[in-house]
């Protein structure tokens, strides 16, 4: 997880290309499995086991968006770990059919974690 700006700070990806295309991001990182990339008010953009997309944020008023990132991670990590799968299940019990909706609701809620943490 990153955000746009880190992504350009650290791998040179302009920001606007970070979060239009996570998989150019996660073409920096060859032994991971997935990007998500963070980009604020515009919610984020995902590349995790060959399934792209973004996920708007969501409408809230922000006051203060302290910890904001950490939470929307500890709401990823909540919501892969609760399905209880390793790689190998994931790739053996999810029908390939299945794994976009999963994978976006799984980024879904970890959108709605971080956003609660704004409020």
Request: proline residues 4%; charged residues 15%; contains cysteine.
């Amino acid at each position: 997880k990153l955000t746009d700006e880190e992504a350009e700070w650290l791998l040179g990806v302009p920001a606007a290309e970070a979060f239009a295309d996570p998989d150019q991001v996660l073409g920096h990182f060859q032994s991971a499995l997935g990007v998500l990339v963070t980009a604020g008010g515009q919610g984020v953009a995902y590349s995790i086991l060959g399934q792209s997309g973004s996920v708007p944020a969501l409408d809230v008023e922000v006051k203060d968006t302290t910890g904001a990132g950490d939470a929307f991670l500890a709401g990823f990590m909540h919501s892969v770990l609760a399905l209880d799968l390793n790689f190998d299940m994931f790739n053996t019990l999810i029908p390939l059919g299945q794994r976009p909706l999963l994978i976006r609701m799984l980024v879904r809620f970890a959108t709605a974690v971080g956003s609660l943490t704004c409020t």
